[in-house]
């Protein structure tokens, strides 16, 4: 070998990379969702987990005939004399539960909870998968869930297929006394909006819990995957009145809980086995109360992918 003949020699990328620590990140789900129905639903606290919701019978409403605006002419006359009547068998609600098992073996969890606790991202990741069924649950339960909740005088049909402004314009008419909020699947407010983009009303934007929605007559249209999509591609919209006090829809929880994470979501250590396996007990406690038939309405029959031409309509 030549002596003017240069050997050289470097580390290679993969043996230098044996001596790395790599960066690693939490486990991520695409399953997870923002989940704001349970962020617009205003929700109140129960006792020994139910609610009794009381009503006036129908057709038990005060007429004109009953009440005078001012007393007659003759003193000694008879006032009215009327009452209001309620429900003599209200309805109840009890709180239903959402609940898994987490199983962990020993081991695992004391080997390799650097630098993640393996109990922990569990416990996360199953509460993040809790949380989607209550809203899920809040939906489609079919006790107490919204859609088995509409009165039959509170269901419309779209005109078109699509979902066109003049739908949420006759939604408002069915919850006219201080709707809050529209809620339908994310392709149903896309075809939504293709809609009002045809007719030249593109729908306007608020800000709310810091993120974008699109309005109509200045109400959101808040976004859930948890609508049903059928297998023709049609959904549905919602339309609420929320609160107690405006006799809308309210969520149900129960504060103080053993173990309670968080409102109403509780975490309990089960003991660990002759098989070394700890286990943990999640439930989350939930439910919803339709205060008044008019403070629900619903729009079936919602194409997501269907593309009216206003062209042809016009024209006509």
Same mark, same amino acid.
């Given at each position: 070998?030549?002596?003017?003949? /240069? ?45 009794? #919701? ?21 003193r000694d006359a008879d006032l009215p004399e009327t009452f209001v009547d309620y429900e003599d068998a209200p309805r109840e609600y009890s709180l239903n539960a959402v609940t898994t098992v987490l199983d962990v073996q ?6 390799? *909870? ?10 996360? #990741?199953?509460? /993040?998968? =809790? ?39 006759? #939604? ?48 959101? #249209? =808040?976004? *859930? ?23 809308? =829809? ?13 409102? *109403? ?13 700890? *286990? ?22 919602? /194409? ?13």
């Open positions: 070998m030549s002596d003017d003949v /240069e050997i050289r020699r470097t580390l290679s990328e993969p043996a230098a990379r044996q001596l790395a620590n790599a960066t690693k990140t939490r486990a991520q789900w695409s399953g997870i969702t923002p989940r704001w129905l349970v962020s617009f639903l205003p929700w109140t606290p129960v006792e020994a987990g139910i609610y009794r #919701l009381n009503r006036v019978k129908e057709g038990a409403v005060l007429t004109d005939a009953d009440v005078q605006c001012s007393p007659a002419r003759d020993t081991r695992v969890s004391d080997l390799y *909870s650097h630098p993640y606790d393996q109990i922990q991202e569990q416990l996360r #990741l199953l509460i /993040e998968k =809790v949380k989607e069924k209550q809203e899920n649950e809040i939906l489609n339960n079919a006790d107490y869930g919204l859609f088995a909740n509409v009165d039959p005088r509170q269901i419309i049909s779209t005109r078109t297929g699509a979902p066109t402004p003049d739908d949420l314009d006759e #939604l408002i008419t069915k919850v006219w006394k201080e709707p809050a909020f529209f809620l339908a699947h994310p392709r149903a407010i896309a075809a939504f909006g293709r809609e009002c983009t045809r007719r030249g009303v593109p729908p306007p934007t608020v800000t709310l819990f810091g993120a974008q929605f699109l309005t109509w007559r200045g109400l959101p #249209l =808040v976004p *859930s995957d948890k609508l049903p999509v059928d297998e023709k591609g049609r959904s549905k919209i919602l339309l609420l009145r929320t609160g107690e006090k405006r006799q809308g =829809v309210i969520g149900l929880f129960q504060p103080g809980i053993p173990g309670e994470v968080a409102p *109403s979501l509780s975490v309990r250590f089960m003991g660990i086995n002759r098989k070394a396996i700890a *286990s943990y007990l999640i439930s989350l406690y939930c439910s919803t109360a339709v205060l008044t038939h008019d403070a629900l309405a619903v729009l079936e029959g919602v /194409e997501l992918d269907k593309y009216h031409d206003y062209k042809d309509t016009y024209a006509k």
